[in-house]
């Protein structure tokens, strides 16, 4: 498996560094850096107090974590290219009914090191036929 630096600025003292949990995680965690209640329904932006430095032709791709899915707390935004030096912040929706409590240093999303491959649009009249062709939502069945 390659490895690649990233750099890692901490915004704050008390801000938690992102570690790969295991030898072969692709994933890395991120951590709050504040106590915070997500109410029913609610979206917000957590802290982590943090912010990278993502090498050109890469871009950190920001997923749920699974335990805080299965509970119905998912991300919302999940993007930080290359060229962002900010803090990363952690969007995050309560779908659920019930209040969801985050402390601090809590694992809160996940991060994944991904590459980057820009489009070069080309306009055309035609387009290649498939067999699905321009069947949308359940077109292919839904087993």
């Known amino acids: 498996m390659s490895k ?16 790969h949990a295991t030898a072969e ?12 209640t997500l109410q029913p329904g609610e979206t917000t932006k957590v802290s982590t107090g943090i912010a990278f430095e993502i090498p050109i032709g890469y871009y ?7 335990g805080m899915a299965m509970k119905g707390i998912h991300k919302v935004a999940g993007i ?11 969007v995050l ?11 601090k240093h809590d694992r809160i999303a996940q991060g994944i090191l991904t590459p980057v491959h820009q489009a070069i649009f080309t306009e055309t009249q035609e387009l290649t ?13 839904k087993r």
Do not use: M, W
């Open 4 to 19: 690649l630096e990233i750099k890692i600025k901490k915004l704050n003292p008390e801000a938690k560094i992102p570690i």
């Open 60 to 66: 950190v791709r920001i997923e749920d974590r699974s």
């Open 25 to 36: 995680a692709a994933g890395f965690d991120i951590y709050s850096l504040q106590d915070i």
């Open 80 to 90: 930080i290219d290359s060229d962002y030096r900010g803090e990363v912040c952690i």
């Open 129 to 141: 036929e498939t067999q699905r062709g321009e069947g949308g939502f359940h077109s292919t069945g």
């Open 93 to 103: 929706i309560n779908t659920t009914k019930n209040p969801y409590k985050i402390e």
